[in-house]
């Protein structure tokens, strides 16, 4: 049975160590399942998952769904483009209208920061955010930290740096507090226009405006995506010249460690944020992460239900 403290999965912001502690460990044990001939366990039978996903997705929606699958839940999939939120259907009348339907547990992704947070407020579900707005994407995050922790062991005292567009970035902001609950230091380096405005709230970080000095002694370097979608104003000159001055390059991975991780949540803007060669190349754990994600989806799902239905 779960001891987990959370009931559901807002964010990584005042999750406490010894929940991420278990969900990494546990999503270890999945990653086990995950290379048997059959991928399969009974954790979830009987229960139903919807999957709400107001924004695109290929990663983390594939990935939910194949979690739940292997945990052998019953699934449903909801996509805005092609349901009754095209004709006005509200938020809340969505959400009580499947819940009607007797579902366990809701994952949902929407541009609205708090969107899950009221959602768990307005049902009895057990509720998972897959990135909300520009708030947080937790399973995005405790992805990276077990990819982290499998390749080096553990985050204790390992130095993360961060490149990219931190101002938008609900991966960076979700890595930020996950990661220093377990040891971690996070370095951040962005465009002064990519930077949030109340930095300060992000608590304990250390922040570079040079590339090549951020990626000094990093033990892992999670470029972030271009988020184009979020940004209002013209808040880069070119793509060319957020290459030139924070792409991640093999000139910029020599001033590495030789045994940094390149990391990056995809998906990928190839020649911007990260040269192919440096996706591609062998310090790249990025299809690592996809693997991982399944493992870290299997295990929230699984810890959040616990008790509740397998009693
Ligand atoms: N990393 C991530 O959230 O990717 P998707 O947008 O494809 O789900």
Known sequence: ??????????GLHGVSKSDLRQILDTAKQFRAV????VKKVPSLRGMTVVNLFFENSTRTRTSFELAEKR??????????SNSSVQKGETL???????????????VVRHKGTGVPKFLA?????????????AHEHPTQALLDMLTIEEKLGTLENKKITIVGDIRHSRVARSNIWGMT???????LCGPNTLIPRNKELLGNV????????AVQDADAIIALRLQKERMDDALLPSMREYRNFFGVTDKVLSQA??????????????GVELDSDVADGTHSVILDQVTNGVAVRMSVLFLLSGGRFNA
């Open 34 to 37: 995950l290379d048997r001939p």
């Open 257 to 270: 460690k030789d045994s940094t991780l390149i990391m990056h949540p995809g998906p990928i803007n190839r």
């Open 121 to 133: 407020e307005h049902s009895n579900a057990i509720v998972v955010n897959a990135g909300d707005g």
């Open 206 to 213: 250390t922040w570079e405006s040079n590339v090549e000095r």
């Open 181 to 187: 609950t377990m040891g971690a230091s996070v370095t």
């Open 71 to 80: 945990l052998s839940a019953d699934v449903v999939n909801f996509t805005t």
């Open 1 to 10: 049975m779960s001891s987990l403290e959370i009931k559901h999965l807002f």
């Open 92 to 106: 809340v009348d969505t959400l009580r209208n499947i819940e009607s339907m007797k579902i366990d547990i809701v």
